[in-house]
């Protein structure tokens, strides 16, 4: 007996059997996707999109879709978690309110990359076109407009990144490693310290100070925790060595060392008295940080106690704040500092 169908079938045309068709092709199977990323992508709380238009789009990536059937897929997505939204009058529609990442953070992270000198212009470039994929395609044009990586001084090591994650390969195998450390010669060339032979140490930590990238690590040799400039590393290598220097590292504070330390150059340690004009508290907190002491003083000075590693570049830094700055004690940094600036004025007379 031949089977009966309902009448509907018979008189189904062809364009709607394409239809029926293209619902259970692969295609389809991608529609909820290409819709999320279309929101994502293409709309913000300034372009909101209307379900017409959301059809187009998909019909636009080589998916077919009935209106009617895209707010069920708008429903799924905010049950996802995409936080959907609807705007109701004639110039509304459907577009993506809260995101991961607000338009003024990502500039943030944006501004980061362009500002750090550790990352090559080539990979700045690169980190910030991925920042942008995190916002809607208008708010990436705003972001854009907003990048100078140009001409910015920049680190001509490519291999930074690589470094950062081998270091951090070691950092959670709790591993030693080795490595080679290179400065740059007068012709702007790689030369190795220590005659090109590998330094070993254990790294516990990544810093960021000075606008350069460190690695904070236990030099076994030395007996003590020393710092790296990661975009200085070369040829990193993980030892099957464990780790050592955890007692010492645990009594190292990264953030009371760097307010120690200028450039990240090491010196014997002082506890220095300055006296500055009222006017550089500001530049003083910025650096000790909110709690370094101040004492109010005669002429509208102050006086502050703070430990500092001595260096010509706690000289330079001091200096750069003007001639009405003084180290009042010890005398021996007060002897080093007028020495200092003898020698500096012996070479430019």
Known sequence: ???????????????????RVMA?????????????????????????????????????????AERKAIYDDLDVLRQSGIDVQCRKGRSGGYFV??????????????????????????????LIRKL?????????????????????IKTM??????????????INSTVQ?????????????????????????SPYALAWNDENYYMIAYDGDAQKVKYFRVDKMSNIQLSTAARIGKAEFERFDMGIYSKKLFGMYGGQEYAVRLRMPEKLVGVVMDWFGKD???????????????????SPQFFGWLFGLGSDCEIVSPQVVREQYAAALSAAQQKNQ
Request: negative net charge.
């Open 177 to 201: 490693l080795s490595f080679r450390y290179f400065e740059y010669t007068v012709e702007k060339k790689k030369q190795f310290r220590h005659d090109g032979q590998r330094y070993t140490a």
């Open 132 to 152: 942008e994929t995190l916002a809607s395609s208008h708010e990436a044009q705003l972001l854009q407009h907003q990048v100078y990586v140009a001409n910015r």
């Open 97 to 126: 309110g809260q995101r991961e990442f607000e338009a003024a953070e990502l500039k943030l992270l944006v501004d980061a990359v362009q500002a750090s000198k550790f990352i090559t212009t080539k990979k700045s470039i690169q």
């Open 157 to 170: 090591n490519e291999s930074i990144l690589y470094n950062v994650d081998e270091i951090n390969n070691a």
């Open 24 to 64: 259970k092709s692969g295609n389809q199977k991608m529609k909820i996707l290409c819709l999320r990323e279309i929101l994502l992508r293409k709309t913000d709380e300034f372009h909101p999109m209307s379900a017409e238009q959301l059809v187009e789009q998909l019909a636009a990536c080589g998916v077919e």
């Open 1 to 19: 007996m031949q089977k009966e169908y309902p009448l509907s079938l018979h008189i189904l045309s062809d364009e709607k059997v394409r239809h």
């Open 292 to 310: 370094v002491p101040v004492v109010p003083v005669e002429n509208d000075c102050f006086e502050t106690t703070v430990s500092v590693q001595v």
